[in-house]
């Protein structure tokens, strides 16, 4: 087992073998004038009808931010601030993982993985990530102390999708070497949502010995089938809210699930249009009444777009939804039908924000994790770690405080 503490502060990025290699974001800057022409040319859609949130992203803040983008926007300052976290690359497997690492600041600070879900990436985090590392800084107890360690799952961001390997039935076992084989962790928690929720099951099934514990912000919706037996009436609630998802705000997960190639083209060309179509999913699932810029900065919002459109990987990040609409893989079908089934793996909490995309009763977790631990919080939406940073950090200590082991 080997374990790299350099800091990553002003190396260039590379691989070699499992040992991590310290990485610095730095975009050229002929992408940054390529981006400053098409932003210049944008051409806003015919909006006949008032802005409606109902019908997608409202043309009129859509026009504020890419103004604000265009004239405004300073990459360079974002750039700037990524950087201050320590990243790396390692080969985990057949996958080049990038991943933030920084050091707890405790007497015994546990491991913590955090994965993130779409439309985001590692930088779901940044406002979280002092707060768990250093909590005696933020008015917290030394022994609450995470290091943690956030990667960009295999096609977001600065982790490319290897051709075979990395699909999304993968993404615990990835995880998995990343925490174990490259950092030496021998035992971990991991926290997620969304995508990273359904690599923290994987985790918490397959590898149970190494995972102390699963921390999640939702059941995935994978699990969302009416099951066999009696189904409590908070349960039938909650699968009439996942279906009432589906068929009114859902129509992303299916073309980015069977067409994943056509809409790519598209938003891989023009950032309005990627703006638009990560956006208002921000608008939708977030805390935020009529308007996104109530709960997250325009450089924050913007800066989630770049990340996608300095990487080109808005077609593999779709990819995670194309691997369990089609399973063509005999593994990724296996995946898939696990989901079906009961399961149990080590002590779970989870931590409710109100305004995610739907809220499961705690007898629906009960069937698939051994919960140990539940929050409903009072504010909050599916980028938990963004909105209530403050919030989600406690509940985190609180759960993995027991979990811990006896100095």
Known sequence: ??????????????????????????????????????????????????????????????????????????????????????????????????????????????????????????????????????????????????????????????????????????????????MTEVLGFARYGAHGGDIGGMACEQLGRDHAGAVVGVHLTDVPLGHAQMPPGAVSPAETRYLAAVQRFRAQGGGYMHIQGTRPWTPAAALNDSPAGLLAWMVEKFQAWSDCGDDPRHRYTPDELITNVMLYWITQSIGTSFLAYRDFTKPGLVRTAIEGAKTLLPGRGPPAGFALFPKDIASPPREWAERFFDVRHWTEMPAGGHFAALEEPERLAADLRAFFRPLRPAR
Not at 56 to 71: F, K, N, Q, S
Not at 92 to 113: N, Q
């Open 1 to 178: 087992m080997r374990r790299d503490r350099r800091t990553g502060s002003s190396v260039q990025p590379g691989m070699t073998g499992d040992t991590p290699i310290p990485f610095r974001i730095s975009v050229p800057q002929a992408v940054l004038d390529d981006l400053a022409q098409r932003l210049a040319a944008f051409r806003p859609p015919p909006s006949p009808e008032a802005p409606d949130w109902e019908d997608g992203m409202r043309a009129d803040v859509l026009a504020e931010l890419v103004e604000y983008w265009r004239t405004t926007y300073d990459w360079r300052a974002q750039e700037a601030a990524l950087n201050a976290l320590p990243q790396f690359r390692a080969a985990c497997g057949p996958a080049s993982l990038h991943f933030v690492h920084v050091e707890g600041r405790g007497p015994a600070p546990m491991p913590l993985l955090l994965a993130h879900g779409w439309p985001d990436g590692f930088n779901r985090f940044s406002r979280i990530i002092p707060l768990l590392a250093d909590p005696a800084a933020h008015g917290g107890d030394p022994a609450d102390a995470f290091t943690v360690v956030a990667p960009s799952l295999p096609g977001y961001g600065f982790s490319p999708r290897a051709p075979h390997g990395t699909g999304a039935a993968q993404f615990g076992a990835l995880c998995h070497t990343l």
